[in-house]
């Protein structure tokens, strides 16, 4: 019996779908289609979310949706998501102000296994929008330097203007403990870095011991199945390689079905999943919202 | 059935690009070299290429139509030349750029050995994420370059015996 069958029936279990309120303190923009939201709960009390996980966030109107943490647990003050305008819901949270309430209901999911990835090796392969998660992700270690191994970043954006959380960016690259490789895939007047995607520099510049490296890799489904040929070529076990997956969640439980990946609920087991759990699941790398599910 | 790793009509684009670069690389040799037995050799293996061009056009105008999902257009373009670019060649341009460069028959028959061996290593990679109806037609062409590698090898060993 799967964890979601074992809710007993006579509960009232409306109350799980209850969102409760969350106020915005901040706004920032992060590229032309993207806003980071700080928020806090208004009853003041702590979220404890972990990287990778995600949250529902509801506007009276337009509706509810899953969003990724972009912040590290360990800033305990707040949260942050990322948001892309790709609907009525998402448009309606960049018009956002700070002060304003959403609906917020989790964190659900299973996160990064922050227990496998201590005192190991992180490399982190993010593309596009898929910075965002790993972000909490790499500012956890950040925060917790001395219980990782090496921390690598291979971060590929289309275009320079598109690249997510330049600060964070900047400040990564000049720590001495972290490995940083961004690339665009079309740069610039401006751009005097690398050009190519993501794999490029993971295959040409990424040297790693694959016995003792976690790859943790988000971003869009095309870049899975060529990061994954490039971290097996690499000697990297199946197991090791850690894919966060994207669906249209809906109810976050593993109960509506509307994430289903064969056996698996995307929202519940997921939305990150070892390489191991992925092979021989049918359209598991191939997941895409089509246009007209988008909010 | 299980999804393999690359969409199938992706694997044929890259296959079809792999032999055009060969057909290239075989044509430019076999126009170059004064040996009317390396030219015989090498117009043979580029003749065998061009069928394999048709082969994988066929096996994908056969495929289901599929539009790979991506962020932004040109994105599954982009990491599959990533992928083609560690190869010998990096362009059918520059493989009969390499064909007129080569100075000597051997140095054209190693590097023709060379991109049959990489062409084997990518097909039998191929193989395992391939409808299972497709397997046979993968084993076929990998057998081909197999026997492309002999031949180049046969005639190597005899430019050798016939210098020595």
Redesign the interface.
Known sequence: MREADSVDVTEDITRFYQPELARVIAKQRLSEMMVMLRLQRASGEMLEHQPGQFLQISLPGYGEAPISFCSSPTRTESFELCVAAVGNLSEAMHELRPGDFVGIRGPYGKGFPLEDLRGRDVLCIA???GLAPLRSLINYVADRRAEFGRMILVYGA?KPSERLFKDDLANWDAREDFETLYTV?EADEGWTGRT??A??PL?DEVEIDPTRTTASVVG????Y??V??ELLAKGMAEDDILFSLERRFKCGMGKCGHCQLNDLYVCQDGPVFRYTQL????????V?APEDERQ | MDKPLFQAAEVLDMAIEIERQGLAFYEGCAAARASEVVATVFGYAAGQERRHIELFYEMKSALDEYTVPESYPGETVSYLRAFLSTRLFTSVDDASCSAEAIEDEAEAIEMAVELERSSIAFYSGVKQIVRESEKGVIDDVIAEEHVHIRRLLELKNWLTTRSG
Not at chain 1, 220 to 223: A, H, I, Q, S, T
Not at chain 1, 279 to 286: F, H, L, V, Y
């Open positions: 593309g596009g929008i289309r895939d190519g995607v794999t490029v295959r869009p489904p095309v870049m199945r060529y994954a040929a092979i021989g699941r049918s359209e598991a790398i191939e895409w």
